[in-house]
């Protein structure tokens, strides 16, 4: 069963809570990025690491959630229920993320991983316009292997 899948907890509210946990954990600037549909579909971060400011983007990907959620409609469903999935994948989205934030902040806060850990992937490189993880798979994490490992 996917998480929140009925959540009413509204996207702007969760956002609002993944920007106050970012704040309390020393992010020195949050910026919101809207999508085609005006929703938004990500939060870009800096957070100070060592004396160097490091950019994270972090995404919700609203309209992959949107697939899945119209997968698991009845195809009996009424047409007025498709038409709120929309919706419905914004909050849904969203609310995970913030319920992942909230999880990852309580492991930074007990010393269990740093605030780098948590974020690596999500790193932005602002000359490659790509996040660490997206570099990664592009090269077809050739580059986290040992030397002389074949990636099969």
């Known amino acids: 069963m996917l998480k929140n899948y009925t959540s009413s907890v509204s996207a702007e ?3 609002s809570f993944i920007e106050s946990k970012l704040a309390h954990h020393g992010a020195k600037s949050i910026l919101k990025e809207y999508d085609a549909n005006k929703q938004v579909s990500g939060v870009s971060f800096i957070i100070p690491v060592n004396g160097t400011d490091l950019p994270f983007k972090l995404p919700a990907r609203i309209a992959e959630c949107e697939k899945i959620l119209l997968g698991q409609l009845s195809s009996r469903s009424r047409p007025e229920t498709k038409k709120k999935i929309s919706e419905q994948a914004a909050r849904t989205a969203w609310k995970i993320q913030a319920d992942w934030i909230e999880a990852q902040m309580a492991m930074v806060e007990l010393a269990q991983v740093e605030i780098t850990e948590v974020f ?3 790193l932005f490189n602002f000359q490659t316009q790509k996040t660490a ?8 994490f050739k580059n986290l292997l ?3 490992a074949k990636n099969e």
């Open 146 to 148: 040992p030397a002389g």
């Open 133 to 140: 993880f997206q570099t990664f798979k592009e090269k077809g």
């Open 13 to 15: 509210r969760s956002i």
């Open 120 to 122: 690596l992937p999500y």
